[in-house]
């Protein structure tokens, strides 16, 4: 039962679930069972009404208090500063199928998680290049790129700069060299990023 509502219009959009509360129909809160439980992140006035989606506790990982239900939730991104829904769908996925202790949270969206995991890839990739002790031609080009990257997102200091020229010298010594023209074109992007 998806229902956009205005008040959401403004949210990040979620790849799989979308932008709007994903109403079940389902409300637990106040419900005088106590043997309900919400999830802790999910607190009156964060947790949208009629949300609710059914925990199965037997799936969770170890925890003093299980939850008995998730609730799609509103967020504002770390990262960003936007505002985007935790959904109660993605939250039994996390905690029942991903096995995250109920104590992890969502705190940035979807496409911040994504640049993060991008981040994290090319670093990696710049680190197995960099202990690469031999090293072609196109994996010095792919290196300088990733670090070039890397800077420009501000996960390494400008100190490193001085480094890529270095990588790149013996490839600029060949102007008829197959790696020449992109050697060129990564030295002019790393003086336009010491000028900036």
Not at 28 to 38: L, T
Not at 78 to 90: D, H, K, N, Q, V
Request: glycine residues 6%.
């Amino acid at each position: 039962m998806n229902s956009p509502v205005a008040e959401y219009a403004g949210f990040v959009e979620h790849p799989r679930y979308g932008k709007g509360p994903r109403f079940t129909g389902l409300d637990v809160a106040g419900s005088p069972d106590a043997r309900v439980y919400c999830h802790w992140h999910s607190p009156p006035g964060v947790r949208v009404p009629n949300t609710a989606v059914v925990a199965d506790a037997s799936r969770q990982g170890k925890a003093t208090l299980h939850v008995t239900h998730y609730f799609d939730a509103k967020r504002v991104c770390r990262r960003c500063g936007r505002p985007f829904l935790f959904f109660a769908e993605e939250q039994k996925h996390w905690y029942e199928e991903l096995m995250f202790p109920l104590e992890a949270d969502c705190l940035d969206c979807v496409p911040c998680r994504k640049d993060e995991q991008r981040l994290r890839a090319i670093r990696q990739n710049y680190d197995a290049l960099l202990k690469k002790t031999a090293r072609t031609q196109a994996d010095t080009l792919e290196l300088v790129e990733a670090g070039l990257f890397l800077v420009e997102s501000v996960v390494f200091s400008a100190k490193l700069l001085p480094n890529l020229r270095g990588f790149l010298k013996p490839l600029l010594l060949d102007a008829k060299g197959p790696y020449y023209t992109r050697a060129h074109a990564l030295l002019s992007a790393i003086n336009g990023v010491v000028e900036k």
